[in-house]
């Protein structure tokens, strides 16, 4: 089951165990990993050509909007990026914990490469091009 198209979006509080993660990633039809991101400088505004859902387990930072508006993220808040929304992760200043889903199964690393922005079928489907 596909993400639906659109904006990357935030669901604060969306879990309160790992098991309530893992069927939601079940309902999803995704491929479960876990992904541990170490202090890092904000990244670049980005999208990916698969849907990807994120639960933070641990830590706090925030991730970026296409327009580039800050959203806080926190333990039990669930990060939904469908392909081609348009977001980029925000500096993380202590070590933090995700459950990551993915559409398609494969490396975490290469199914989530960082794409350049104008290229995003979102964005071109939104200015009509």
């Known amino acids: 089951m596909a993400l639906e198209p659109g904006p990357m979006r935030v669901e604060h509080n969306f879990f309160a165990t790992k098991a309530e993660v893992l069927e939601d990633i079940a309902r999803q039809d ?30 706090s930072s925030y991730v970026l909007g296409a327009s580039g508006e800050k959203i806080p993220l926190g333990p039990g808040d669930k990060l939904i990026i469908p392909a081609g929304a348009l977001h980029a992760e925000g500096k993380v200043t202590e070590r933090m914990v995700y459950i990551v889903g993915i559409s398609e199964a494969g490396n975490l690393l290469e199914q989530l490469k960082l794409l350049d922005p104008a290229t995003s079928p979102l964005e071109q489907q939104q200015a009509g091009t």
């Open 30 to 59: 995704l491929w479960p990993t876990t992904y541990v991101s170490e202090r890092m400088g904000e990244l670049p505004l980005h999208w990916h050509d698969c849907d990807n859902c994120g639960y933070v387990l641990e830590g």
